[in-house]
């Protein structure tokens, strides 16, 4: 069973906005911390954004800074990216993860559960 299911991607004109979503599934990550990071066609999975298990801490890629924002609902053991004034290169598939402490992380390897990823494509 995967532990993390995304959703909310798809096609959108650059400019728009899209919100993605991460839920928890067959276990609880309450506390934990936890991450966005994206791979587009040809290249290596790039770190977007963190979040610190209790929400207060927050961390961005210099490249989505001022466009994408990352919260949590602990109580719904969900994790949100809102991502605004999207441009072509932000097109990839996006993954969440959560990891096994509650500071922030921008390493893959700092993850332990990932999702399956979910297709974000931004047109001109």
């Known amino acids: 069973q995967v532990p993390l299911v995304e959703s909310g991607g798809g096609l959108v004109q650059a400019g728009g906005s899209l919100r993605l979503s991460c839920a928890a599934s067959g276990r609880t990550f309450t506390n934990y911390a936890k991450g966005w990071f994206r791979q587009a066609p040809g290249k290596e999975r790039e770190f977007v954004a963190t979040i610190s298990g209790s929400g207060g801490s927050t961390d961005y890629a210099d490249s989505v800074k001022g466009r994408f924002t990352i919260s949590r609902d602990n109580a719904q053991n969900t994790m949100y990216l809102q991502m605004n004034s999207l441009k072509p290169q932000d097109t990839a598939v996006y993954f969440c993860?959560?990891?096994?402490?509650?500071?922030?992380?921008?390493?893959?390897?700092?993850?332990?559960?990932w999702g399956q990823g979910t297709q974000v494509t931004v047109s001109s």
């Open positions: 993860a959560a990891r096994s402490g509650g500071g922030l992380a921008v390493r893959i390897d700092d993850y332990d559960w």
